[in-house]
């Protein structure tokens, strides 16, 4: 089994990792990252941590599990054939095809998520209806073969989720053991409907995902 985790400019790191710290403990399989180019991609916090793409789009066209994040970079890419192109190709043949947070929208722009019901951060998340898809506020959402993960921390839980299915529920449970999991946040303010709404306004009126 191979797992592509797709980086791009200005990605928020967890959104990758999250994923791939789970979904790498699938037994025997291979976990690449694949962008354009091989080489560092740098993330979205002033490009101060970066990942290394050891593939390129070009030399992965067929993987099992396709993984998608968000993040600021997500913008400046729902345009960029050569991503939209591989996304369709690698979902032809993949088994499972995912996102985290604003990759769902990638996911969107390539045309894969007309008529599903999808997820992505709580900013974004009307922005799906513009492609066909229809948006839940879920934190991990099914439909069919396509698992979306909502903002960023969710990836891990979506990770987890999928690891059941792949590989079974008790090497699930293992993984989230050894991985430590168990959330315990010293604030309950992890979604806009817990939030103060000043706060989740505040948010808004800064978003670049205003709708027009």
Not at 1 to 18: E, N, P, S, Y
Not at 33 to 38: L, T
Not at 53 to 76: C, K, L, M, N
Not at 108 to 122: E, I, P, Y
């Amino acid at each position: 089994m191979q797992i592509a985790i797709v980086l791009f400019d200005r990605f928020t790191a967890l959104d990758a990792v999250g994923p791939y710290e789970i979904l790498s403990r699938v037994p025997d399989a291979e976990t690449v990252f694949v962008a354009e180019q091989r080489g560092p991609v740098r993330n979205d916090n002033r490009g101060s941590l970066g990942l290394v793409a050891d593939r390129t789009f070009a030399e992965v066209t067929a993987p099992d599990i396709v993984v998608v994040p968000g993040g600021p970079g997500q913008s400046a890419q729902m345009e960029n054939e050569t991503l939209l192109d591989w996304l369709r190709t690698a979902d032809a043949t993949s088994t499972w095809t995912t996102s985290v947070c604003t990759g769902s929208l990638l996911l969107a722009a390539a045309g894969l998520l007309k008529g599903r019901r999808a997820t992505s951060h709580w900013l974004a998340l009307d922005h799906l209806a513009r492609f066909g898809a229809e948006p839940t506020g879920e934190r991990v959402v099914f439909d069919g073969k396509y698992v979306m993960a909502a903002g960023v921390s969710s990836g891990i839980d979506m990770g987890l989720t999928l690891l059941g299915k792949v590989a079974g529920d008790e090497h699930a449970q293992a993984v989230q053991l050894l991985t430590e999991y168990d959330p315990q946040p010293p604030y309950d303010c992890g979604s806009s409907a817990k939030a103060p709404a000043a706060m989740v306004e505040e948010f808004r009126a800064k978003s670049r995902f205003i709708l027009q």
